[in-house]
C-alpha cells in the first residue's frame, strides 16, 4: 500500500496516519517505522517537508480472528 501526503504549508508538518484491519496486521515491510496503536491498528508518524510531498509505502499480513 502506498499513501502520498501533500504539504503547501511553508513549514514541514508532522501528520499522523492511522490504518485499520479486519483482523491482526503483521507487518512485512515498511518504508517508516509504526506502531501499533490498537489491537487492530498500525500508527505512523510521517515527517512532511514545506510545500512538498512525502511518501509512506507499507505492507503488512492480515490474520482474520
Known sequence: TTRTF???????QTIEFE???PGSAEV???SLQSTKN???SLKWEVSVPADSD??????VRV???
Not at 501533500?6 to 514541514?12: C, F, G, I, M
Open 6 to 12: 501533500h504539504n503547501a504549508k511553508n513549514t514541514e
Open 19 to 21: 490504518q485499520s484491519f
Open 28 to 30: 512485512v515491510s515498511e
Open 38 to 40: 490498537k489491537a487492530r
Open 54 to 59: 512525502s511518501v509512506l509505502n507499507f505492507k
Open 63 to 65: 490474520v482474520r480472528l
